[in-house]
Nanobody
Framework: VQLQASGGGLVQAGGSLRLSCVAT?????????LAWFCQAPGKDREFVAV????????DYADSVKGRFTISKDNAKNTILLQMDSLKPEDTAVYSC?????????????????WGQGTLVTVSS
């Protein structure tokens, strides 16, 4: 599967952005667990949110619970990350990742496919 992320940009603290990640490939979109990770300058890649294959259960990093929402549009082979109440510490490059059939985890090494990142900058 190939992943293409978009939607990043510059926003003031308290504002919102919506990231999109489109998946293309021969396998059914519903067979993939899909996640968002972020990486700030000088820091390790961090888990943000995941939506599991099948029933589409979700999980979030504690730092974004109540502010970010991950969703899946099977008809458009797309996952979305709605980011509200953004904080300067959310500034990072956000990347989408996929693994086939496996349960979602917060460990980036367990994902097999990655899209290019999209930069989110939150000004104070």
């Amino acid at each position: 599967v190939q992943l293409q992320a978009s939607g990043g940009g510059l926003v003031q603290a308290g504002g919102s952005l919506r990231l999109s990640c489109v998946a293309t490939g021969p396998d059914p979109f519903t067979s993939y667990t899909l996640a968002w990770f972020c990486q700030a300058p000088g820091k390790d890649r961090e888990f943000v949110a995941v939506v599991n294959w099948g029933l589409g259960s979700t999980d979030y990093a504690d730092s974004v619970k109540g502010r970010f929402t991950i969703s899946k549009d099977n008809a458009k082979n797309t996952i979305l990350l709605q980011m509200d109440s953004l904080k300067p510490e959310d500034t990072a490059v956000y990347s989408c990742a996929a693994k086939k059939y496996g349960a979602g985890t917060q460990f980036h090494r367990e994902y097999d496919y990655w899209g290019q990142g999209t930069l989110v900058t939150v000004s104070s």
